[in-house]
């Protein structure tokens, strides 16, 4: 029995409730599970229920869409100090990699949810919008910088339709929100360290006042991370402090939170495939830091050896980025059935991703040539043969987030509004790497040779809306609305390269203004509670994406090779719309079967049009290419998907729980494309990236004092290439998790002192975890699964 056939076998299996649903209903909905709400735990009494098995997700039940979240408890136990995006992976529909075990690492994440990319969806963290993740900052920054993952209380997944409130411009394929916990009732001081795999050592360290009266409370916390990378030398890590303050009144509740992130993530260098390249090795790893090995790597004149094709070595490269993030919320109560929220925020972001390299690859020489024409290159750039190159970041952004809520009658109403100011910029630059001092990766270059391009975009956004939930009867209620977005986007080029310094031989980067307005972005939804265990809901919502607003790269206007490029798809280009239709069922049931305790889970169907899809179709071919190039961005046609989600857990007693999720995407495109030259045969292919199957369990089980935890994650074949010529094979991976309490510390001042074990990639696999896309065929690039590595962690509150 092939693997598909078998999963979904097993799925039937397991809960045949469903199926019958799904055979009576065209399998309508989507099933996942429900525990009770995890929290920090300030005694033992609460540490201990918090260690019975539980389910891995919580279903949003009075949501007319689809809705799941996953407690700080289930994130905190697949591994401490976990990205709350990669936490999701567990849930249907969820296709998510990245190199590091935590998830950390930005510039190789890849993320699918029901065949779109992370760019396509919406994030915030307590309602402050985190931008679009794309790893070239320009208008937010990652969940894991926003707040630290210990300090996370909970992580919502709208698959498919997001809130009408969520403060995002890139929400295509739904949202994903993130809740920072609030301060304790009680004085509390946790601290937790983790040990393990390639030096691990992560230190976790929260002191919460309590109550100190009137209604007050704080905490303030501070982590520090470091590992280092398991395919060479390369050091992940950095520190992050969390601060946070809640009065709570008969006025409303006030909360004021601040984030400091300071972070390096190596970058890892992906492998080229195509017909053409004979040495595909299964990492790239740097040289760095043995400096000698890098200058007897190449040649005198800075070339690499010639078997390695494009998949040659550089010397270092990394991300850094350091953040300040705050926001200041008053939820006031304006009577007995109305709220007003105001919400405040700032962020600045002062980022630098930095690759050295040798200076005869992929057309720097000619680059290089024009700015210091019939030089000797090798002794301007230091005489190593080595070049540093950065592209520099910069994010100062503030804006407004006010929302009212009421209810008359039958009538539950909102409406609000969202404003931001951003300011970005991003600047190429280039740096001599001196045979006599090397520079290291940690720390920012000074002094550059060249300013490749400077970009600078002021960006402002207004988003209102305003939607209904009308209770019609006790077991049904109808909810309709819309939302408004408006874009304003100025771009300039305070640095322009030089001729010859960008692909194409652009003289000058386009600058202008693009003003983009949708005033109707409509949603209609309803939800029946067929019994009280067994809710049925419906919801079709319309959503877009506005333009990129980034300079000098990227799938943005600002990064066409000319102005008249630039002007023509001002006038023709339109933005990506997707129109999102989900029917969906939960169940949640107490069961008296023997063993078997209890079943809750969702069923979730789904069709997605995808309209107006805008494809950056670049110049050069080699994905990875350093000097890059300015593409043709253009809309192409539309995408159709079709999916189901099929998630659910079973329960025997508080001893044992298993929970699966099933899941199938097919994501299609319509229409063929032009590159300029030729017609490429897109029509009727699958996207590329995103896995038609996918199949997630965790088994956990309890004995005595020690919890187990099994985590399996299948993620099927993926297309490589547009035109589908070329794919990697699917995967299954699997981790344990075993935590329990350290009784001999526990007592007197001592708390709740606990240890938790992980293993990654238990059975030790290997193959291509994710692969990037960016041809139309022949070639790709990938990055490799991570070895099976163990971390140690040891908790306890004073």
């Known amino acids: 029995m092939n693997k598909k056939l078998s999963a979904v076998c097993f799925a039937a299996l397991s809960f045949p409730m469903l199926a019958m649903a799904a055979n009576v209903a065209a399998a309508v909905a989507d099933m996942a599970a429900a525990p009770a709400p995890a929290a920090d735990y300030a005694t033992e009494a609460e540490a201990a229920a918090a260690a019975a098995p539980v389910a891995t997700v919580e279903i949003a039940t009075r949501k007319t869409r689809s809705s799941v979240a996953m407690t700080k408890s289930d994130m905190q136990k697949i591994l401490p100090g976990i990205n709350p995006l990669k936490a999701l992976e567990t849930l249907p529909g969820v296709s998510f990699q990245t190199a590091d075990p935590w998830g950390n690492n930005e510039q190789n994440l890849s993320l699918f949810v029901h065949g779109f990319s992370g760019q396509q969806l919406g994030y915030t963290m307590d309602g402050v919008p985190l931008g679009d993740q794309q790893y070239g900052n320009y208008n937010g920054l990652s969940p894991q910088r926003a707040v630290i993952s210990e300090n996370v209380g909970s992580v919502i997944l709208s698959s498919g339709a997001g809130d009408l409130s969520t403060a995002s411009t890139s929400n295509l394929g739904g949202t994903i929100e993130t809740f920072s916990s609030d301060p304790l009732q009680g004085r509390n001081l946790a601290v937790q360290q983790t040990v393990g795999s390639y030096n691990t050592s992560r230190t976790f360290v929260r002191y919460d006042t309590g109550n100190f009266g ?43 939170f601040v984030d400091y992130s300071d972070k390096i993530e190596p970058n890892e260098d992906s492998t080229v495939h195509s017909a053409t390249e004979k040495y595909q090795p299964y990492t790239r790893p740097f040289l760095y830091p043995n400096f000698q090995q890098a200058l007897s790597y190449l040649s005198a004149t800075g070339g690499t050896p010639a078997a390695e094709g494009n998949n040659y070595r550089n010397y270092y490269s990394d991300a850094q980025r350091t953040d300040y993030l705050t926001y ?47 030089q000797n290159l090798k002794q301007v750039f230091g005489n190593s043969g080595y070049a540093t190159r950065t592209t520099e970041y910069a994010i100062n952004r503030n804006g407004w987030l006010s929302t009212v809520n009421t209810e008359f009658g039958n009538h539950k109403l909102q409406g609000g509004l969202w404003l931001e100011h951003n300011r970005s ?33 002021d960006n402002k956004v207004a988003q209102i809306h305003l939607q209904d939930e009308w209770r019609m009867r006790d077991d049904l209620a109808l909810q309709a609305g819309f939302k408004s977005s408006l874009q304003f986007a100025d771009g300039q080029f305070p640095v322009q390269p030089a001729k010859g310094a960008i692909a194409n031989g652009s003289l000058a ?47 943005s206007p600002w990064s066409l090779a000319s102005q008249s490029a630039f002007d023509l798809f001002k006038t023709t280009a339109k933005p990506e719309t997707s129109i999102t239709y989900e029917l969906g069922m939960r169940t949640s049931h107490q069961l008296d079967l023997g063993a078997l305790s209890a079943v809750d889970g969702q069923v979730n169907l789904y069709h997605v049009d995808f309209k107006d899809r805008l494809l950056t179709i670049s110049p050069t071919p080699v994905i990875s290419s350093i000097i890059g190039g300015n593409p043709v961005l253009a809309n192409v046609g539309s995408v159709k998907t079709d999916g189901i989600d099929i998630s659910g857990t079973l329960h025997f007693g508080r001893m044992f729980s298993f929970y699966d999720a099933l899941s199938f995407n097919r994501s299609t495109y319509s229409d063929n494309y032009s590159n300029g030259k030729d017609i490429v045969a897109t029509a009727g292919k699958a996207v590329p990236g995103s896995p038609e199957w996918m199949n997630k369990f ?11 935890q099994l985590i399996g994650d299948y993620v099927g074949k993926r297309y490589a290439t547009y035109t589908n010529d070329l794919d990697v094979p699917s995967y299954f991976l699997m981790s344990l998790g075993v935590s329990g309490k350290l009784p001999f510390l526990n007592g007197g001042w001592v708390k709740n002192a606990r240890y938790r074990l992980n293993v990654s990639n238990l059975a030790n696999r290997e193959g291509s975890l994710n692969v990037v896309v960016g041809a ?6 990938t990055f490799p699964i991570a070895p099976r590595q163990g971390f140690l962690t040891l908790m306890a509150d004073f």
Do not use: C
């Open 214 to 256: 009137n209604g007050n409370s704080a905490y303030i916390s501070g982590v520090h991370h470091e590992q280092k990378a398991w395919d060479f030398n390369g050091r992940q890590g950095g520190d992050q402090v969390n601060a946070k303050y809640v009065n709570q009144s008969s006025l409303g509740k006030l909360t004021l």
């Open 328 to 374: 200041a919320k008053f939820d006031m109560n304006i009577g007995e059935a109305t709220t007003w929220s105001n919400q405040v925020y700032y962020h600045n972001d002062d980022g630098v991703g930095v690759v050295a390299g040798p200076i005869g690859v992929a057309g720097l020489p000619a680059l290089f040539a024009v700015y210091f024409p019939g």
């Open 425 to 457: 910029s991003a600047y190429r630059r280039w740096y001599a790497l001196d045979v006599n001092n090397p520079s290291s990766p940690y720390d920012r270059p000074a002094n550059p040779l060249i300013t490749q391009y400077g970009s600078q975009i």
């Open 509 to 555: 980067l386009p600058v202008g203004e693009i003003i983009t307005k949708k005033w109707f972005l409509p949603q209609l939804g309803a939800r029946w509670d067929i019994t009280p265990q067994d809710q049925m809901f419906v919801n079709v919502q319309k959503n877009m994406r506005q333009f990129v607003t980034y300079g000098g790269g990227g799938a």
């Open 698 to 708: 965790v088994a956990t089980l309890s004995v005595a004092d020690t919890e187990f």
């Open 776 to 781: 139309a065929s022949g070639t790709y690039n």
